[in-house]
């Protein structure tokens, strides 16, 4: 079982659009959790950090529940500049160091 | 807000080469730093993790030999690919924190082609 599992998509929507993209993970002893968007062939970039409580930047709301380990991601209001992959990550402290495991990405492209 | 480079951004090299790679923590001092890897269609794999002064420690599976790791300053870490070959070819990211614990900033990536 892969530690942080991701539907890959593609998920296709039009403009305007509310979608939701789900994540599981599967250390229980995970401390931290985000979202990042990845554009095509360039860096990660973090979208948002996801609490337990849920928080909401703008369009997008993130939510954690830690009892079925999973997390979401809601975009309403879909813009073509949505278009990306989007990266559920979960954070581990190693040692000292902390740790980023990351999903494979769910891929969205909105349509005009 | 922290800034992190990479260079080069785009290496095409043969198979044999040694290549490496440089990220840099422009506005903050870094004391530990990461690699990673992600091949096509494939999500990001930390390969190592780096702290000021010390060696790395490498991941399962990442050959130490292979990918050198030297992070000399709070600024600058340096991957070096020995001998490349066509396998190795993948996107490359490093990230720099300025606590082992804390946000990691990621630089824009080297994109390596081993022919």
């Known amino acids: 079982r892969k530690e942080v599992e991701q539907d890959p998509g593609p998920f296709n929507v039009p403009e305007g659009a509310t979608v939701a993209f789900n994540c599981t993970y599967s250390?229980?002893?995970?401390?931290?959790f985000f979202w990042y968007r990845q554009d095509c062939r360039k860096e990660p970039k973090l979208l948002m950090s996801v609490y337990s409580s849920g928080n909401e930047d703008g369009r997008f709301t993130a939510q954690l529940n830690r009892a079925s380990q999973y997390i979401s991601l809601l975009i309403r209001d879909s813009k073509l500049s949505d278009s990306a992959t989007y990266l559920c990550v979960v954070a581990l402290n190693a040692g000292n160091n902390r740790k980023l495991i990351w999903g494979l990405g769910t891929s969205l492209a909105v349509n005009p | 807000g922290a800034v992190v480079s990479q260079h080069p951004s785009r290496v095409i090299c043969k198979s044999g080469t040694s290549v490496k790679i440089e990220c840099r923590s422009l506005?903050?001092?870094?004391?530990?730093m990461f690699w990673y890897r992600q091949f096509p269609k494939q999500s990001l794999m930390l390969m190592a993790t780096s702290n000021e002064g010390s060696k790395a420690t490498y991941e399962q599976g990442v050959e130490k030999d292979k990918f050198l790791i030297n992070h000399a300053s709070l600024t600058l870490s340096t991957l070096t690919v020995a001998s490349a070959h066509p396998e190795d070819s993948s996107f490359y990211i490093c990230?720099?924190?300025?606590?082992?614990?804390?946000?990691?900033?990621f630089g824009p990536g080297t994109r390596l082609t081993v022919l």
């Open positions: 250390n229980s002893a995970s401390q931290s």
């Open positions: 506005d903050f001092q870094a004391t530990t």
């Open positions: 990230s720099a924190s300025q606590g082992a614990r804390d946000t990691q900033y």
